[in-house]
């Protein structure tokens, strides 16, 4: 599986998460998107449909509406949804404060759902006209895995041909069998490809082709390529899309999933030093050494002016202190955070390195006096508002050797807490 660029933005490339390039594609078009999101997912075992399934605090299909999002040349979205989920998703879409969003019923069937969707975009409430788009995105709710540039194939091919289409080879061979349940025959695997989602149609050959399916069509069919053949003449153009289109299905799709967003997350850390010239020394050395275990880390002196700019790009905050009372500094950045709604999408991690036996005068044995009390309280909350507050006690030693593996703990031990992201340690104040 492709390393990812960022929740919904996936690449072979290996990038950080926030340089994604926002309008790098032009677009001269209206374009929309459809997200049937009606399915009842039966096959996860779960009582929650997989769409509305949480991981990292986040319901699945947050992470697919935030993948249209972020192309900034995709006008509107519609999620079709079964009638008894439409309040919790308007809560979804207000909780994580997505725009130009539509919320529309689903229908008894996939192909229901989706014609719901698609005339939403041109008939708005009590049958009014509404601008249409020239060219509709269909994708499914649960393929968050989606990158702009694939999009765009699809967008672009779809304006030219009328319909297109992701496909991806076949990975297990498909064979028939007879009525008595052994095998009839067996297809030719590089004949055939796996249709896969996005999909997309000039608005009309969509619209049109729904209008003139059967009945049969929209009970049981599931190929929206198929019914623009079949009823418009469209053929489609098909695309070989990347590994990352992938849907959650079963229940570990969503252990999945969430495995891919963590690593997204653990691109990158800041590592802020207060100023002082001990825990900038320090900073430098973790820099050296969590650059080692594939994490890209910067060191800056503090969360202000241009400095600042930190806290709307990383996710993943060390603040370096030699002394005990440097503790309130976590809290004003703590505060900074919440003010920024930074944690809104994905949990944001603090972790406090307190250097002890430094240029402060105290001794390895100085006790921590009521700092873990406090740190334990102020994780607490955070933990509330998504953002996770670990602590780590590092003893400084003259020795060199013995201080470089010091370091080197510290720097596995701030890689592990951010990659697990576990809500279990938070307010733990470990030792290095």
Known sequence: MDRPVEPGHFSACEARLDKHIAGRCSVDFPVAVVLPAGGSGERTGLLTPKQFCTFLNRPLISYTIQTFERVPWIQSIVVVVAKESLDLMMDIIHRFHHRNVQVVHGGSTRHRSIFNGVRALSEGEGGTARVKPKVVIIHDAVRPFVEEDF?????????????????RPLVSTVIATTLEGYLDHSLERTMYRASEMPQGFIYDVIYQAYQRCSESDFEFGTECLHLALQYCGTNAKLIEGPPTLWKVTYKRDLAAAESIVKETLSQSACVVTGGSAQATELANALQKSMSTLDMEVDVISDLMGDDAKSLSKEWNFIRVSVNSSCFSEVGKMLSALEEADRALLHPVVIIWVYLIGSEDGSSASEPMGGEPAAMMELATGAKLGNIL???????????????????????????ALIRDRSPALTGQLLQA
Do not use: D, F, P
């Open 389 to 415: 507050v670990y602590g780590i006690q590092l003893h400084h030693s003259k020795e060199a050797t013995l201080w470089g593996r010091s370091v080197e703990k510290v720097a596995q031990m701030s890689c």
């Open 151 to 167: 999009l765009l194939k699809i967008t672009m091919a779809a304006k030219e041909q009328g319909a297109a289409g992701a496909i």
